[in-house]
Nanobody, 126 residues
Framework: EGPLVESGGGLVQAGGSLRLSCAASGLPYEDYTIAWFRQAPGKEREAVSGISSRDGRTYYADSVKGRFTISRANAKNTVYLQMSSLKPEDTAVYYC???????????????????WGQGTQVTVSS
């Protein structure tokens, strides 16, 4: 296993909820950002949400604002993504990723992230 391990994906009906977890270990940063990205078949990977380990500031993509909530449990080195009011278009493989520090300008850019988890499938049925 790498430094990031996701869990919590699955199959849910539209309108339902899921919680994803990203357990981090051995990251070579004092402060870092953990972000969630997703990639649907035939589409580019897109940022969903991110959180700073230092001060808890967050980022959300417009498509998930008001439906998804990111949180952290620093003592457990774990970041959670609570997903509610799920839609079929949320179906994708969800990845967590880590970069050192926080950047307001490119928190949503996948190239900034050095470490990636293996991904977890989320399927929302209509």
């Amino acid at each position: 296993e790498g430094p990031l391990v996701e869990s919590g994906g699955g199959l849910v009906q539209a309108g339902g909820s899921l919680r994803l977890s990203c357990a981090a270990s051995g990251l070579p940063y004092e402060d870092y950002t953990i972000a969630w990205f997703r990639q649907a078949p035939g589409k580019e990977r897109e940022a969903v949400s991110g959180i700073s380990s230092r001060d808890g500031r967050t980022y959300y993509a417009d498509s998930v604002k008001g439906r998804f909530t990111i949180s952290r449990a620093n003592a457990k080195n774990t970041v959670y993504l609570q997903m509610s009011s799920l839609k079929p278009e949320d179906t994708a493989v969800y990845y967590c990723a880590a970069q050192g520090g926080w950047s307001d300008y490119d928190v949503d850019e996948s190239y900034m992230y050095e470490y990636w988890g293996q991904g977890t499938q989320v399927t929302v049925s209509s």
